[in-house]
C-alpha cells in the first residue's frame, strides 16, 4: 500500500491557502442533500459538526454520554495556545510551528504543523466571539501566560477550567445547529462497526445504550473524532468512559493505525492511592510556572518534607535543565520523576511520587495571588488526598494522559479508507512523538472549525457518491457482526469481574510498554497479552440482558478492543527501535540518559494494517521530510 | 469501613422501583464515593448479578455526567463537591448510607441511579449561545473586557450541568443552571445582540420541559459543586423582566 500524504509542496506558508484554493467546493444549494456523520462531541467533533451544521449539510452527531456537553474535552485545565504574539514577546506563526516540530521530537508532518500554527489565531477570534470567558488583563485585553516548555507566553485561558470553556462554546454552537435542524443529536449511542460500501465509508452501526437496540446510520462520509486510547492502560487521566473501539472497529475494517507506541506521561498527577483506583487526576501542568520539583537527595529519606534542609533537598529540573529547570517538556519531566524513584528517592507512603512545592512561590507573590492562579487545582487536590498544598508540598507521580498516536490521515484529515475523516486526539497527524502543552485544545478545534469544513467539500465534491440506505447488505452484515459481538460477550458467563481484567492489562501495559520500554519488556508484553485475551474469553462476568441500559455490557465491549489492540501498540513500541518523544526505548539513549533518536533508520510514521486477531499486523511506512526545522538532539539543558 | 447501602434500584423508566440493602465491606476511606460503589458492582458482576447503573465519566469533577442524592443530599455532604470527589473519610465505620437518583418531572429515570437530563440540552438549543458562525470574527483583543466583568461571567460560565440545583429544589426548578447560562452571556459584550431574545426562549423551554418555578429557598446554590451563586436567579428576572417590557 502505498501511502500518500498529499502534503502540498512549495513555501510553507502558503500551502495551506493554496491547497484551499484547489480543493474542490461544494455549491451551498447542494450541500443540505450531503449527509454527514460525525461520531462525537469533543472539541474535534462538536466544533466540526457544528461548522457542517453552519455551512448546511445535513449532520448526525452521536455520542456515548448524555449530553455532549460531557465529552472529555471538558477537563483540559491549562490553556489553549495561539500565535498571536500579543505580549510582543517575540512569537510568531513560524515559532509555534518550529516549536511544535522540536517538541514532536520530529516525527510529525511538517505541513499539517504549520497549517496548525496558522489556524491557531483563528480559534480564539472564533472562541472569543462565542462569548469564552478567557482570562483578561486590567486594561481589558485577553492575558497569556508561558505554559509547558514554551519560552514565550502565548497561552491563552479561562482559569484552570480551560477546556471547559472552549466546550462548551463548540457545544452551545452545535446546540444552536440542533435548533435550526442541521445537526440531529443522538447522545447515549456508542459506534459498534464502521459500514463500507464500494470501498468507502458510508455508514455506521451503533449501540443505543438505553435500549440495547442495533442501529444503522448512513452518509456520504463519516468523520470519527472519538478520542485516544490512554484507558487501554486502565489508570490514565482520561475519563472513565473513554475508549478505542469506535477507532479500533474502523482499523478493523480497513483504516491504518499510525504510531500507536508514541503516548504521553503526564508529570503532574495526583499519585495512586491503593487497588481500588479508578482514575487518576492531572493537575494542570501550568503547576510547573510557580512550583518547584525536587526529592531528598539521600535514598529512602522518610522525614517530613518541612524537615528537610535546603542543601539536603535535589530540585533535579533545575539542576539538569538551567535553562527550561521546571518548564522542560512533558516528556522529560516524567522521566525524570520516574527516575529518581526508582533511585529510592521517591517521597509519600508508597515512594512513588516527587514533591511538588510552592513555598517559594507563596513567598514571593502572596497566598492570594497564588491562590487566584491556582485556587481550583490546590482544592482539587485538598478533596482527594485531604492535604493543604499551602503547607505542605504536593506530591505528584506521571500518568498516562494523551496518545499522540491513532488512524492515519492525510493533509485533508481523511484516512486511507475513502470518506472516513479523522480529528482530533484519534488521528494522528500534528503532535509528531510527544505533544506539547496547550496545543490539544488547538488541534481539536483547529481540525473541526476550520480544516474539516473545507477538504470535507473536496471529497463530496470529487468522490462519485450514489445513493446508499441502510437496507444495502453492507449494513445489514455490519449489524450483524455488532450483535454477534454482544451475544458473545454475554455467553461467556464466567466468574471474573471485567474491571479486575481491565486493571490486569493495565499492569502489563504499565510496566512494560509505559514510560521506559526496553525490547525484552515488550516481548514480555507481547507474550502476556493473548494469554489475558484468552482468559478475558473465557471467564468474564457480563451480568444482565442486551436490551436496556447495560454499563457492564458497554465496558465488555471496550474492554474486548483494548485486549486486541494493545498488541499493536506493543508490535509499534518494539519495532521502534529508537527513543523519541514520549517512547522512551532504554536501548537508545545518550549517556546522560537522554531520549536518543535514530534518523537514519526511523524518520517515519508507522501505519500499520490489521491482518487478524493475535496476527503481526502490517507495516506501511510514510517517511518524513523536514525542509524548514531541520532534525536535532532536544535539548533543554 | 463497613457501610449498609440502601440503593434505588428500577429496571426500566416505566416500572416501579425500590430500595435495596447492599452491605459494603472493605471501604478504604481514600476511595471516593464512585470507586465505593465500582467495588460493590465488581462483586454483583462477580455473582453474575445486575451491576448497579450510575452514570460517571471524568471523575474529577468537571464534566456534570455523575449525580446521585446520598442521604437526601444531591451529591451528598460536602459544600462545592461532585459525588465523584466526594471521598469515603466523609463517613464512618457501621454507617448507613441512602443513594437515590435524581428526582424531578422534567429528569425520568432511565434505569437505577442514572437519569435523562436532555432537557437541559433543549434549554441551551432555544438560545443559550451567541450566534456567530464560524469564519467571520474579528481579532480577539478587538473587544476589550474589564477584567471584573470578565471574572464575574467565569463565575457564572463555570456551571457543569449536572442538574443537581434541579434535584435539590423542591418545585425541580432549572433556574440556577438557566441563569448561569443567561448571566454568562449577558455579562458580556458578544452576548448582547441576543440578550432579550435568550431569556426569554429559555425560560420558555425551561416551562415546556416541565421544571418548576423559584421560590427563593436558596437549596440549588446550597448543593452545587461550582458553588454557583443564587444571584444569577436575581439577574435572570431582571432580564426576563427587562426583555418583556422592550419586547
Redesign the interface.
Known amino acids: 500500500m502505498k501511502l500518500d500524504a498529499k502534503s502540498p509542496s512549495g513555501p510553507i506558508a502558503g500551502r495551506w491557502d493554496r491547497h484551499k484554493f484547489e480543493m474542490k467546493l461544494v455549491n451551498p444549494a447542494n450541500k443540505r442533500k450531503y449527509t454527514l456523520i460525525v461520531v462525537g462531541t469533543g472539541l474535534a467533533g462538536a466544533s466540526a459538526a457544528a461548522s457542517l451544521g453552519e455551512l448546511g449539510y445535513n449532520v448526525l452527531n452521536f455520542c456515548i454520554q448524555d449530553s455532549p456537553r460531557r465529552a472529555h474535552s471538558i477537563a483540559a485545565q491549562g490553556g489553549i495556545n495561539a500565535a498571536k504574539n500579543y505580549q510582543n514577546d517575540g512569537d510568531s506563526v513560524y515559532r509555534l510551528f518550529y516549536d511544535t516540530v522540536k517538541g514532536g521530537d520530529y516525527r510529525s508532518r511538517e505541513s499539517n504543523v504549520y497549517r496548525l500554527a496558522q489556524l491557531s489565531v483563528n480559534i480564539i477570534d472564533q472562541c472569543v466571539a462565542q462569548g469564552v470567558p478567557f482570562a483578561r488583563e486590567y486594561g481589558g485585553l485577553l492575558d497569556n501566560r508561558s505554559f509547558g516548555g514554551a519560552q514565550v507566553s502565548r497561552t491563552f485561558y479561562a482559569r484552570g477550567q480551560t477546556g471547559q470553556q472552549l466546550l462548551l462554546g463548540a457545544y452551545q454552537s452545535l446546540m444552536r445547529q440542533v435548533h435550526e435542524k442541521t445537526v440531529t443529536l443522538f447522545p447515549r449511542r456508542e459506534m459498534l462497526d464502521l459500514v463500507l460500501v464500494d470501498g468507502k465509508a458510508r455508514g455506521i452501526i451503533v449501540r443505543n445504550l438505553t435500549n440495547g437496540k442495533i442501529e444503522r446510520y448512513a452518509g456520504d462520509a463519516v468523520i470519527l473524532a472519538t478520542g485516544g486510547y490512554g484507558t487501554a492502560y486502565y489508570l490514565s487521566t482520561n475519563a472513565v468512559n473513554a475508549n478505542v473501539t469506535a477507532a479500533w472497529r474502523a482499523h478493523k475494517r480497513g483504516a491504518l493505525f499510525a504510531n500507536p507506541c508514541y503516548t504521553q506521561i503526564h508529570p503532574t498527577c495526583i499519585p495512586v492511592s491503593g487497588e481500588h483506583q479508578s482514575k487518576l487526576t492531572l493537575m494542570s501542568e501550568s503547576l510547573r510556572n510557580d512550583g518547584r520539583v525536587w526529592v531528598p537527595k539521600k535514598k529512602g529519606d522518610a522525614r517530613p518534607p518541612a524537615q528537610i534542609p535546603e542543601a539536603e533537598r535535589d530540585y533535579y529540573l533545575e539542576r539538569k535543565y538551567p535553562s527550561f529547570g521546571n518548564l522542560v517538556p512533558r516528556d522529560v519531566a516524567s522521566r525524570n520523576a520516574k527516575q529518581v524513584c526508582d533511585e529510592g528517592r521517591g517521597v509519600g507512603d508508597s515512594r512513588l511520587s516527587v514533591y511538588l512545592d510552592f513555598t517559594d512561590a507563596i513567598k514571593r507573590l502572596g497566598v492570594d495571588e497564588v491562590k487566584e492562579k491556582y485556587g481550583n487545582l490546590f482544592h482539587m487536590y485538598k478533596k482527594i488526598t485531604d492535604e493543604d498544598a499551602y503547607r505542605v508540598p504536593m506530591r505528584i507521580y506521571p500518568a498516562i494522559h494523551y496518545t499522540m498516536g491513532g488512524l492515519w490521515v492525510d493533509y485533508n484529515l481523511m484516512s486511507n479508507v475513502p470518506g472516513l475523516h479523522v480529528l482530533g486526539e484519534a488521528n494522528f497527524s500534528d503532535h509528531g512523538a510527544n505533544r506539547l502543552g496547550a496545543s490539544a485544545l488547538m488541534q481539536g478545534l483547529a481540525d473541526g472549525y476550520f480544516v474539516i469544513p473545507y477538504t470535507i467539500g473536496h471529497y463530496l465534491a470529487s468522490s462519485p457518491l450514489p445513493k446508499v440506505t441502510t437496507d444495502h447488505d453492507a449494513f445489514k452484515q455490519a449489524a450483524d457482526n455488532a450483535q454477534q459481538g454482544i451475544n458473545r460477550l454475554l455467553a461467556v458467563k464466567g466468574h471474573r469481574g471485567i474491571r479486575e481484567i481491565h486493571r490486569e492489562l493495565g499492569r502489563i501495559l504499565w510496566d512494560d510498554v509505559g514510560m521506559a520500554r526496553t525490547e525484552a519488556s515488550l516481548k514480555r508484553a507481547l507474550a502476556a497479552i493473548p494469554g489475558l485475551r484468552d482468559e478475558f474469553w473465557h471467564s468474564v462476568s457480563v451480568p444482565g440482558s442486551p436490551d436496556n441500559l447495560n454499563q457492564s455490557l458497554e465496558y465488555a465491549g471496550r474492554v474486548a478492543d483494548y485486549l486486541e489492540f494493545a498488541e499493536l501498540l506493543a508490535f509499534d513500541a518494539l519495532d521502534r527501535r529508537e527513543s523519541c518523544g514520549g517512547h522512551f526505548r532504554e536501548e537508545s539513549q545518550t549517556p546522560d540518559g537522554e531520549a536518543l533518536r535514530d534518523d537514519a533508520n526511523f524518520t517515519y510514521v508507522a501505519a500499520w494494517e490489521f491482518k487478524g486477531v493475535g496476527r503481526q499486523p502490517e507495516l506501511h511506512k510514510e517517511p518524513l521530510e523536514f525542509e524548514e526545522v531541520h532534525p536535532t538532539q532536544r535539548s533543554y539543558k | 469501613m463497613r457501610l449498609t447501602l440502601k440503593i434505588w434500584r428500577q429496571?426500566?423508566p416505566n416500572v416501579a422501583g425500590r430500595l435495596v440493602v447492599y452491605a459494603a465491606d472493605h471501604v478504604?476511606p481514600?476511595?471516593?464515593f464512585?470507586?465505593?460503589l465500582?467495588?460493590v458492582?465488581?462483586g454483583?458482576?462477580?455473582?453474575?448479578?445486575?451491576?448497579i447503573?450510575f452514570?460517571?465519566?471524568?471523575?474529577?469533577?468537571?464534566?456534570?455526567?455523575c449525580g446521585l442524592v446520598v442521604n437526601g443530599i444531591p451529591h451528598g455532604p460536602?459544600r462545592?463537591?461532585t459525588v465523584c470527589?466526594l471521598?469515603m473519610?466523609r463517613f464512618k465505620d457501621g454507617d448507613t448510607i441512602t443513594i437515590e437518583p435524581w428526582r424531578a418531572k422534567a429528569f425520568p429515570v432511565?434505569?437505577d441511579l442514572?437519569v435523562?437530563?436532555?432537557a437541559?440540552?433543549r434549554i441551551?438549543?432555544?438560545g443559550?449561545?451567541?450566534?456567530?458562525?464560524?469564519?467571520g470574527?474579528?481579532?480577539?483583543?478587538a473587544?476589550?473586557?474589564?477584567?471584573d466583568v470578565?471574572e464575574l461571567?467565569?463565575d457564572s460560565?463555570?456551571c457543569?450541568?449536572c442538574g443537581a440545583c434541579v434535584a435539590a429544589c423542591k418545585n425541580a426548578s432549572a433556574h440556577l443552571f438557566m441563569s448561569a447560562k443567561i448571566s454568562?452571556?449577558a455579562l458580556?459584550p458578544?452576548?448582547q445582540v441576543e440578550r432579550a431574545r435568550r431569556v426569554v426562549q429559555m425560560v420558555t423551554q425551561a416551562d415546556a420541559e416541565g421544571f418548576g418555578s423559584c421560590s427563593n429557598e436558596g437549596e440549588c446554590e446550597a448543593v452545587c459543586p461550582k458553588e454557583i451563586p443564587i444571584s444569577n436567579i436575581a439577574r435572570m428576572t431582571r432580564e426576563y423582566l427587562r426583555a418583556v417590557v422592550r419586547i
Open positions: 429496571a426500566g478504604s481514600d476511595m471516593s464512585l470507586e465505593m465500582d467495588v458492582n465488581e454483583l458482576i462477580k455473582k453474575g448479578e445486575d451491576a447503573a452514570d460517571s465519566d471524568c471523575r474529577e469533577g468537571i464534566c456534570g455526567m460536602d462545592g463537591t470527589q471521598h473519610r432511565v434505569k442514572v435523562d437530563r436532555s437541559f440540552d441551551i438549543a432555544a443559550g449561545y451567541v450566534s456567530v458562525n464560524c469564519g470574527a474579528p481579532d480577539g483583543n473587544i476589550p473586557i474589564s477584567k470578565s461571567a467565569m460560565a463555570a457543569i450541568g454568562h452571556l458580556l458578544q452576548g
